[in-house]
């Protein structure tokens, strides 16, 4: 069993759509929790990160971490066809000087006009 | 500013050469990753570097791989002897000393072993 899962995908919605993405894991020293998007044939660029529980809202975007569930969710509000892109969830914990980042599989998301 | 460049974008080579992949920091990060990403298996951690020494290289895949940074800047990666397993999309990254959750990618290199 991988440290995080995360569904693929592929996930289709139509412009304007509420999309959510979600990871799992299974370390609970995890302390940290990311958010990247990948366009195609680009390096993953950093959306939001949020330390511990909690949620934190940049824009259309809001992240969300319930660590009792060991569950991560991304929402995008009134998704936008510039949204279609690969979503990697990635965490990491807070020992010592790790700097070691694990990363879920990546959800496709297509946002169609 | 400039961001992460990597060199070659692309790199085919035949099963057992040697190949070098290059990695430019962004100016000024201090921290430098690498990772693998290939189908199914998402991104996988190979090695950091903070300065010119890599405090962890634990996501090595085997001696085969090794890496180098100089000057606490440019980072190259070599392969030796080549798999076809090794295929993938070598991705490098850069960050500030206490941005590690924020790392800059550069586009990768897509290396094919036949």
């Known amino acids: 069993q991988k440290e995080v899962e995360q569904d693929p995908g592929p996930l289709s919605v139509p412009e304007g759509a509420i999309v959510s993405l979600n990871c799992t894991y299974s370390?609970?020293?995890?302390?940290?929790f990311m958010w990247y998007r990948q366009y195609s044939r680009k390096g993953p660029e950093l959306l939001m990160y949020?330390?511990s529980s909690g949620n934190k809202e940049d824009g259309r975007f809001t992240a969300q971490v319930d660590k009792s569930s060991k569950y991560i969710s991304l929402f995008i509000r009134d998704s936008q066809p510039s949204d279609s892109a690969t979503y990697l969830c990635?965490?990491?914990?807070?020992?010592?000087?790790?700097?070691?980042?694990?990363w879920g599989l990546g959800t496709s998301l297509a946002v169609n006009p | 500013g400039a961001g992460v460049s990597q060199s070659p974008s692309n790199k085919v080579t035949e099963k057992g050469k040697d190949v070098e992949l290059r990695c430019d920091p962004i100016?000024?990060?201090?921290?430098l990753y690498w990772y693998r990403q290939s189908l199914g298996q998402g991104l996988e951690f190979l090695i950091y570097?903070?300065?010119?020494?890599?405090?962890?290289k634990s996501g090595l895949p085997s001696d085969r791989f090794s890496a180098e940074r100089t000057g606490g800047s440019v980072s190259t990666l070599t392969i030796q002897r080549t798999q076809q397993e090794d295929s993938a999309v070598y991705l490098c990254?850069?960050?500030?000393?206490?941005?590690?959750?924020?790392?800059?990618f550069g586009p990768g290199t897509r290396l094919t072993v036949l």
């Open positions: 100016s000024g990060h201090t921290a």
């Open positions: 370390n609970s020293a995890f302390q940290y």
């Open positions: 990254a850069s960050s500030s000393a206490r941005g590690v959750n924020e790392q800059f």
């Open positions: 949020t330390y």
């Open positions: 990635a965490m990491r914990n807070n020992a010592g000087n790790n700097r070691k980042l694990i």
């Open positions: 570097f903070q300065g010119n020494s890599a405090p962890d």
